[in-house]
């Protein structure tokens, strides 16, 4: 579960990735998610730089 490090969104090349903000008023808990998986070039780069290991690449080569 990502934890609102976003370190994937500021390395993706392709800025795929985007924060969501908060639905609640006061709520801290922001997420990372993929906004253009067409754009998505499955480098990696994300999985490699979540320090929680919230991203798993899967069917990439």
Do not use: S, W
């Amino acid at each position: 579960m990502c934890r609102m490090q976003c370190v994937c969104v500021e390395n993706c090349p392709m800025d795929c990735l985007k924060i969501e903000d908060a639905k609640f008023h006061g709520d801290i808990q922001t997420i990372a998610y993929m906004a253009d998986p067409n754009h998505c070039i499955g480098c990696g780069i994300c999985a490699k730089v979540c320090p929680i290991r919230a991203i798993v690449m899967k069917g990439v080569n």
